[in-house]
């Protein structure tokens, strides 16, 4: 299917906002393996920065071949930035529970959303750039992510006080995905996409814990 100059540019736009949550995973999860003491958590966070890696190479791709001289105006960078902010000052204390939180809970489970959303856009309207293959790898490697956070997480969660304080915290992360969401609302309408639909699904894959009593 030949794209319109038009459509090169909202699509560019659209690799260059997932680039952005690309570039704080790898660095999240490169220092998220040093907080960690266990084997296996090690790995699996090395592994995922190695992942986060590819992807964010994917979309840098994308938008060469899609926007040569470059963007710009892409939303959403902004509200990246501050959740960017949130999730550092959680790294520079060592607090395990909450990068769990804020990174593969939250982050990786929206992106979750969005990229499966985002590839049967590509289907429906038979877009032939970035193959199949590629974009199903993607979106199994964030939902194995976003797992392995879930997993850890309920872990940690067995002491009270520790679930409250998270739930506390998560209203920070949350109140920012909303406003992250609402930004980048044009984007979706590329792909005939609507925010709160998004937020619907990201909701239902949030933990009974945290979830519970929020809209």
């Known amino acids: 299917?030949?794209?319109?100059?038009?459509?090169?540019?909202?699509?560019?736009?659209?690799?260059?906002?997932?680039?952005?949550?690309?570039?704080?995973?790898?660095?999240?999860?490169?220092?998220?393996?040093?907080?960690?003491?266990?084997?296996?958590?090690?790995?699996?966070?090395?592994?995922?920065?190695?992942?986060?890696?590819?992807?964010?190479?994917?979309?840098?791709?994308?938008?060469?071949?899609?926007?040569?001289?470059?963007?710009?105006?892409?939303?959403?960078?902004?509200?990246?930035?501050?959740?960017?902010?949130?999730?550092?000052?959680?790294?520079?204390?060592?607090?395990?529970?909450?990068?769990?939180l804020g990174m593969q809970v939250l982050l990786e489970g929206l992106g979750d959303v969005a990229l499966k959303h985002i590839s049967a856009g590509f289907e429906t309207r038979h877009l032939q750039f970035l193959c199949r293959r590629v974009r199903h790898l993607v979106a199994g490697q964030e939902d194995a992510h976003h797992s392995f956070g879930l997993r850890r997480l309920d872990a940690l969660m067995q002491q009270p006080e520790l679930a409250e304080a998270m739930r506390q915290r998560s209203q920070d992360y949350l109140e920012l995905l909303d406003r992250l969401l609402d930004s980048v609302a044009e984007l979706f309408d590329f792909f005939g996409e609507e925010p709160q639909c998004y937020k619907r699904e990201f909701q239902q894959s949030l933990p009974e814990w945290l979830g519970a009593g929020r809209p």
């Open 1 to 100: 299917m030949n794209l319109l100059p038009t459509e090169h540019r909202q699509i560019a736009r659209l690799f260059d906002f997932l680039l952005q949550g690309e570039q704080l995973a790898f660095d999240c999860a490169s220092a998220q393996a040093t907080l960690f003491d266990d084997r296996a958590s090690q790995k699996f966070l090395r592994n995922q920065a190695r992942q986060e890696k590819f992807h964010y190479h994917v979309f840098k791709s994308g938008i060469g071949i899609l926007a040569p001289k470059g963007i710009s105006g892409t939303p959403g960078k902004l509200e990246m930035q501050s959740y960017r902010r949130l999730l550092e000052a959680a790294l520079r204390r060592g607090d395990r529970a909450e990068t769990l």
